[in-house]
T-cell receptor, first 113, second 117 residues
């Protein structure tokens, strides 16, 4: 069935290091993926997206990698800052034309000074 | 400022007392959606709307109703709330529902924390 999951529920990194948050999905027909950031007390905020016809996309300090062979998605955050502390969710459109996003459970990223 | 506004932010009620959580967006978005967020379960879609007068069930629609009479508003109605509907609720909207440049990136409200006693 369709599901989006995460390898680790929590991740702690040192300030200034790079962070890598992973996400596995089970539906090979998934067409579109988004990463969201949710800070405490706020709604999820869009970070970056990627279509299934791409394997890499870069934004400001963030990179999303998509490996369709193993159905794996990752979010890389360069030079992690205290403001990056949040819960990160991956979400997928389970198939082209599907009118919904399916969210993973989330990974809490904690930055150590 | 472009935003999705939910009200109230916090609500405590009792079993069976009808309630409505309002959602309004000022971005002229066609697509709107309601989610609930529970520990360990992530965000699960309750209902969504492709446009005015067009609504459909998400993954967990039981016990909820919605309406979309105007493009900007998408209220969530709990006719007879029960304790298992205690949760954090989010409304979201997107310009449309077409995969492509930013078409279906959803923008979220700040959330409504509901407790049903």
């Amino acid at each position: 069935g369709e599901s989006v999951g995460l390898h680790l529920p929590t991740l702690s990194v040192q300030e200034g290091d790079n962070s890598i948050i992973n996400c596995a999905y089970s539906n090979s027909a998934s067409d579109y993926f988004i990463w969201y950031k949710q800070e405490s007390g706020k709604g999820p905020q869009f970070i970056i997206d990627i279509r299934s016809n791409m394997d890499k996309r870069q934004g400001q300090r963030v990179t999303v990698l998509l490996n369709k062979t193993v159905k794996h998605l990752s979010l890389q955050i360069a030079a992690t800052q205290p403001g990056d502390s949040a819960v990160y969710f991956c979400a997928e459109t389970p198939e082209e034309g599907a009118q919904k996003l399916v969210f993973g459970q989330g990974t809490r990223l904690t930055i150590n000074p | 400022e472009a935003q999705v506004t939910q009200n109230p932010r916090y609500l405590i009620t009792v079993t069976g007392k009808k309630l409505t959580v309002t959602c309004s967006q000022n971005m002229n978005h066609e697509y709107m959606s309601w989610y609930r967020q529970d520990p360990g379960l992530g965000l699960r879609q309750i209902y969504y709307s492709m446009n005015v007068e067009v609504t459909d069930k998400g993954d967990v629609p039981e016990g909820y109703k919605v309406s979309r009479k105007e493009k900007r508003n998408f209220p969530l109605i709990l006719e007879s709330p029960s304790p298992n509907q205690t949760s954090l609720y989010f409304c979201a909207s997107s310009r449309t529902w077409e995969p492509g440049p930013r078409g279906n990136i959803q923008y979220f409200g700040a959330g409504t924390r509901l407790s049903v006693l």
